[in-house]
């Protein structure tokens, strides 16, 4: 069969793809493929379904060359969408009392729960620190336990006020968790 690559047009009605005229040669199913995304928008949010139908319309033609317009549907298709769900962040001190310039060491740790049902993307872990705390930047150490590997990808920043970590991909490892340690 040959290949047809047509131009899709996008509308509020939908994606239309115009094939042209087709003269059919032998006899076998046109096949479309399309693959959709998702949004990442406040409307796909856990739990929310979407429903895709596909419509074909065409041009018939009878011995007197009258024409009609047929639109025929496809089964639907239900989507849910499924985002992960990280538990509460903890966190803890090496110490809870100390000398003024007493060092302390802070950990905070996260996973996914074991209600998650998708990997995490954009996690974004933030401490807000108090105007008479130094935070060592070079003391920061992120670690992972419970079969998240250990190479995670994070990116780092530091300011008088807060130190925050970025996380691109958390993969959903039930039982796995991100430690952080400054």
């Known amino acids: 069969s040959p290949a047809i690559t047509p131009s899709p047009v996008t509308d509020n009605t ?18 479309v493929l399309l693959t959709l995304q998702s949004q990442d928008v406040s409307q796909n949010y856990n739990g929310a379904t979407w429903t895709n139908t596909g419509y074909i319309s065409y041009s018939t033609f009878d011995v007197q060359q009258n024409s009609r317009q047929i639109t025929t549907a496809s089964n639907p298709i239900t989507y849910s969408i499924i985002e992960p769900q990280l538990s509460s962040i903890t966190k803890t001190a090496n110490i809870t009392r100390g000398q003024g310039a007493t060092p302390v060491q802070f950990t905070m740790s996260f996973g996914h729960t074991s ?21 060592n930047a070079n003391t920061l150490v992120v670690s992972t336990s419970g079969g998240i590997p250990a190479n995670i990808a ?17 993969p959903n490892v039930s039982g796995g968790r991100v430690i952080i340690t400054f």
């Open 14 to 31: 939908g994606t239309n793809i115009n094939f042209g005229n087709i003269t059919a040669t032998a006899s076998g199913p046109i096949t």
């Open 154 to 170: 994070y990116n780092t920043t530091f300011t008088q006020t807060s130190v925050q970590i970025s996380f691109p991909f958390i």
């Open 115 to 135: 209600a998650s049902t998708s990997d995490a993307y954009n996690t974004l872990v933030t401490d807000v620190v108090t105007s008479d705390v130094i935070v």
